[in-house]
């Protein structure tokens, strides 16, 4: 699930052409600003100044452009040159793609801001009721022009997403162990053996896991870090867990224990519900450990890197309620 906190659209993907040694586009690109500053006075002598070269050399950069297209763009009359047919039917592209790459330019640049530019986050759905909203409040009363990508979504995906460099930073559980990853620890949640209210566990205050071995689990989906750890707890407790419904949010799990549809082992809730029960479990094992994630081989944009300093600084007021 991605929401984007901006204004701004997102660009789509431009149709590519072939950029090999031989091909018509990577030939005449470096050409381009050179035939449009020649073209839009029609006069060589004074491009050459605008553009700082000499004009010989700026001459025959025009001409290795006519001959790469195989055609007259530019009539020499003396002194001055004017646009043939074909000339002015090819400066109205040069000159679209010569703004085209302008506002490319722009939008890269705006994109680094550090004041103003774009932060592509990640972060479990368990995260994002209490804990990251208290981060996005906190750093925008800092730097109210950063704007956010925000990607709630599984471990696996956010991680191979942060790997393709679509995601800056994740929050996410359990902390990765990889050479390409440089993750820091923001905290540990203590999880609970969630039931109905009306469950023949209710009314305990620790259970040991096996007890619950004989009852439907409901759980997240295989690539969540929660269903891991959920599925570690119940090996070490001797037994596999029977899954009855699968799901992406705590919550709706919550719901389905609510409903009698089975019990679940989940981080505490932010705000307790009076139809299910949340009973500690006795392992130590039953925790699991939130990191901040980034890659350790590409470079954070600066508004990332202020974004990650900030939620570093923040980690010990973090609202886990473990």
Request: a neutral charge; hydrophobic letters at 45%.
């Amino acid at each position: 699930m991605t929401y984007e906190l901006s204004s701004e659209p997102v660009p789509l993907p431009a149709e590519q052409v072939e950029l090999s040694p031989t091909s018509l586009a990577a030939r005449l690109s470096p050409l381009l600003a050179q035939f449009a500053a020649v073209a839009r006075g029609e006069h060589v002598t004074r491009a050459a100044v605008e553009l700082g070269m000499p004009q010989p050399t700026l001459s025959r950069a025009v001409a290795r452009l006519e001959a790469e297209l195989g055609v007259v763009l530019l009539a020499r009359e003396g002194r001055t040159v004017r646009l043939t047919r074909a000339g002015r039917i090819f400066l109205a592209s040069t000159e679209r793609a010569l703004a085209e790459l302008e506002r490319g330019a722009d939008a890269a640049r705006a994109e680094a801001d550090p004041t103003g530019g774009r932060v592509a986050f990640g972060f479990l759905h368990t995260m994002g009721t209490e804990a990251v909203p208290m981060l996005l409040r906190g750093f925008r009363a800092r730097l109210p022009r950063v704007r956010f990508q925000l990607v709630q979504s599984y471990t696996d995906e956010m991680l191979a997403r942060l790997r393709e460099g679509e995601l800056d930073l994740c929050l996410l559980s359990p902390r990765p162990e990889a050479a390409d990853l440089t993750a820091r620890r923001m905290g540990e949640q203590r999880l609970r053996l969630v039931v109905s209210a009306d469950h023949r566990l209710a009314g305990r205050r620790r259970v040991r896991l096996e007890e619950a071995a004989e009852d439907p689990f409901v759980g997240l989906e295989p690539g969540y870090g929660l269903r891991r750890i959920t599925d570690a707890l119940c090996a070490q407790a001797g037994f596999t867990p029977r899954i009855s419904f699968e799901g992406e949010e705590a919550e709706t799990l919550r719901g389905l224990v609510a409903a009698g549809l089975g019990v679940a082992v989940l981080p505490p809730a932010s705000v307790p519900r009076p139809d299910v029960v949340e009973v500690a479990i006795s392992s130590p094992a039953a925790r699991r450990e939130l990191a901040l994630v980034w890659s350790s081989v590409r470079p954070l944009p600066p508004p990332a890197v202020a974004f990650r300093d900030y939620v570093l600084s923040e980690k010990d007021r973090l609202p886990l309620h473990g």
